[in-house]
């Protein structure tokens, strides 16, 4: 025990000195969990912050600029990111809603791990216990530097066309299954709740239409969702944003992600909607 | 309830806390029952139903075992209670594999057989239902030294009850493990002290036990999680290859981890599981294998199935046979589709065919270069047999191998294969430490307390995604 806790507060001695940069994590259920302690312990308060899933998680920090804060996550919905916006101290000016697979239940396990109080507290005090200081995030890091790959999903950036065309197919296939009526109606009523709770604060909100391949903007459940989230907020009440609507093409990998150059226009776009929502 | 979870850490505190209290010694048995009730009971309460079914039955054939006058009479409730085990199995985890080899559509049932039909899996089915089955064959083996009075049965039906509620129910093997012969456990059912509690073994087997899940297996399981169709498509065959060895190294660490937590936890309440793994990746043969892995399945299937079938006594041919079925049965255990069978075929397959060389040079050879050609090969062979229960249709088995071969071309990501290997790193030391205790007995035993400081540490910092353990789907 003596020597467990004898690593534990060196380590954390060792984190607190040399604080080691972050990038790269190990899998993606790590970055989701590193992003959320970033957003929740960090003493800089954003202006704006993103929630959505791995769609607007490619939209690359160096578009969005300093101010803004992308807790997209993946394999989880935005309705996980508002429980997370909701629960933290931040109180960011605008929240970006990413609107095309904004149905997925919120992921209470992952929420309720991030904020019991005592391991809430625990992590604020000694930050080598945060997800993104753990020994094998920090070695990855450091080795990743010899090597020049960025992110644990670059793999993706340039597929071959026949894997292109399997994912769009596999993407198509899962897009046009039906979703029960019952869920879509708690994702929606749930959503309404966090809407009033965030205006209820003052902040303003947009909603985010991320452009896909042309055949899945018109599969059922993206369009479902944008038809339902635009007659529950509407055009005339809310700032909704789109960019692919005068025809423009983006390339994705697989069909709904985008490709880092494409996701850099987008970002830097979705930043000139971000500051001119704060000046108004 | 998963060993990982607050609920369970509360539940298992209080149980030891007042199992352990002055004056409450003659109610420590029910005080396990109860704590192992409440265990099943979470989250799926009316689970109970079969469980304590499963107890009654078990326990009134069992005992009328003993009870019986004539041979002729024991055979019979012997028999009644093998088959009602096998029944409720087959039932629960068989019904559309048995449905789909009689051609019967599912969807045609209706009523109480629907109902029962859209039951999820009870938890923990494949193990008590083996150890219902140990039950009655132990107590029937009567002229067996094992049985009745090593075994401490008792004499009245409320007291076996009791005793039989307690070997079914213990909450450290219940949901996945070790299974436990009756004729190992009823003996231990005696009253406990707290200064009989075997700390060593406790603790490290608990420490082990949790690194090994928390921080091997669930880490790990983020990785291997791209063994999935379609998306393995898109990775290099390096890739692929090092998420198989993850996988490999996955399952180890979460079974072996699993049945380390319930040895440690069955010791802090004066019980003794027996050792289920023992560093089964230096096995230089099949045979030795199964004598290293997932050893009280290995041990149950050989005294209660292969023995009884005939073993290697009717001759070549039969032995294979036997092999063959064992090992077939032993892998449907594992799940109600073909692609496990297949898997404990395969594996019967390897054990036939080593027989038959086991004259040879290959195996007979001492010399180091032979140990670990044989060794890589066994290790080689289990691991890619792994992927029929990672994919459990065969064409996506087909369509892994295929992406193997065939995506020689494409670049790695590094990054996957660092993490698998870091991850995978301590798995490795584990076994190589295995090896070097014979050698350097004195040296390892005065860096255990730094080792076990340091498993502890890692749990602490760097403990994965909280994952269900995988024996539990069984």
């Known amino acids: 025990m003596i020597c467990c806790f004898s690593v534990v507060f060196c380590y954390n001695l060792l984190i607190s000195v040399w604080k080691p940069g972050i990038d790269v994590a190990a899998s993606q259920w790590s970055l989701n969990r590193i992003k959320a302690e970033r957003y929740i312990y960090e003493p800089i308060q954003p202006s704006a912050v993103i929630v959505g899933t791995s769609l607007a998680m490619a939209l690359p920090q160096e578009g969005l600029g300093s101010q803004t804060v992308n807790l997209s996550l993946g394999a989880v919905g935005p309705l996980t990111g508002l429980e997370i916006v909701r629960r933290a101290r931040s109180r960011p000016v605008v929240v970006i809603i990413e609107t095309n697979l904004f149905a997925r239940e919120v992921d209470e396990e992952f929420v309720d791990a991030l904020f019991s109080p005592g391991a809430y507290l625990a992590r604020e005090v000694f930050p080598a216990l945060r997800h993104e200081f753990q020994p094998v995030n920090v070695a990855i890091n450091f080795a990743r530097r010899q090597t020049k790959r960025s992110s644990s999903e670059s793999f993706l950036e340039r597929p071959n066309p026949e894997i292109f065309r399997r994912m769009l197919e596999v993407n198509r296939g899962e897009l046009d299954r039906v979703p029960s009526a019952s869920a879509m109606d708690a994702a929606l009523a749930k959503l309404k709740s966090y809407i009033a709770t965030l205006e209820s604060r003052g902040v303003k909100l947009i909603f985010l239409k991320m452009p896909v391949h042309h055949t899945l903007q018109k599969s059922y459940v993206i369009a479902n969702n944008i038809a339902r989230l635009k007659e529950a907020f509407p055009d005339s009440q809310y700032r909704w944003v789109a960019f692919d609507h005068h025809g423009e093409v983006f390339q994705t990998k697989d069909g709904l992600h985008l490709i880092y150059p494409d996701a850099l226009i987008v970002s830097r776009r979705l930043r000139s909607e971000i500051e001119s929502a704060i000046e108004k | ?474």
């Open chain 2, 1 to 474: 309830m998963n060993f990982n979870s607050s609920p369970f850490l509360a539940l298992a505190t209080l149980t030891f806390l007042l199992y352990y209290l002055p004056g409450f010694t003659r109610y420590q048995v029910a005080i396990l029952i109860v704590a192992s009730l409440a265990f099943y009971a979470y989250g799926q309460p009316y689970l109970l139903l079969l469980l304590l079914g499963s107890v009654t039955i078990n326990s009134v054939c069992s005992f009328r075992v003993l009870q019986a006058e004539s041979q002729r009479r024991r055979l019979l409730w012997a028999a009644s209670g093998v088959i009602f085990n096998l029944s409720i199995l087959v039932f629960f985890k068989y019904n559309r594999l048995v449905a789909e080899a009689l051609m019967v559509s599912l969807s045609s049932i209706d009523g109480a057989g629907s109902l029962l039909l859209a039951l999820p899996l009870p938890i923990g089915i494949s193990f008590y239902t083996f150890h219902g089955i140990s039950l009655v064959i132990d107590v029937f083996k009567r002229g067996d030294p094992k049985s009745i009075g090593a075994m401490h049965l008792q004499t009245s039906l409320s007291a076996h009850f009791r005793q039989t509620l307690l070997y079914l129910t213990f909450f450290p093997q219940l949901i996945a493990g070790p299974i436990v012969k009756a004729h190992f456990f009823y003996p231990q059912i005696c009253p406990k002290g707290f200064r009989n509690i075997d700390w060593e073994l406790a603790f490290k087997s608990l420490i082990t036990g949790y690194f090994l899940k928390l921080v091997v297996a669930d880490n790990l399981q983020d990785q291997t999680f791209w063994i999935a169709y379609p998306y393995f498509l898109n990775f290099s065959s390096l890739n692929l290859l090092f998420f198989l060895f993850g996988y490999s190294i996955q399952i180890f660490a979460d079974f072996a981890g699993y049945s380390l937590i319930a040895i440690g936890l069955a010791a802090l309440f004066g019980y003794r599981l027996p050792i289920n793994f023992n560093f089964p990746y230096v096995s230089q043969s099949f045979s030795e294998f199964w004598t290293r892995w997932h050893m009280s399945l290995s041990s149950f299937l050989r005294e209660y199935l292969y023995y009884p079938l005939g073993g290697n006594r009717i001759g070549t041919a039969r032995t294979y046979i036997n092999l063959m079925v064992v090992m077939a049965l032993g892998g449907l255990w594992h799940g109600a589709t073909l692609s496990y069978a297949a898997w404990g075929a395969l594996h019967g397959s390897a054990l036939v065919v080593e027989r038959r060389f086991r004259d040879s040079r290959l195996y007979q050879g001492a010399g180091r270069y032979l140990v670990v050609v044989r060794v890589i090969l066994v290790f080689v062979f289990v691991t890619f047999a792994w992927l029929l229960f990672k994919l459990p249709r065969f064409e996506e088995v087909v369509a892994f191998v295929q992406a193997m071969t065939g995506n020689v071309h494409q670049s790695a990501n590094p990054l996957f294969i660092f993490v698998i290997a870091l991850y995978s790193f301590p798995v490795i030391v584990y076994h190589l430490l295995y090896l070097l205790k014979k050698r350097h007995p004195a040296l390892l035993e005065r860096a255990q307390p730094a080792a076990y400081g340091v498993m502890l540490s890692a749990i602490m910092l760097n403990s994965g995604r909280p994952n269900a353990f995988i024996y539990f789907q069984f």
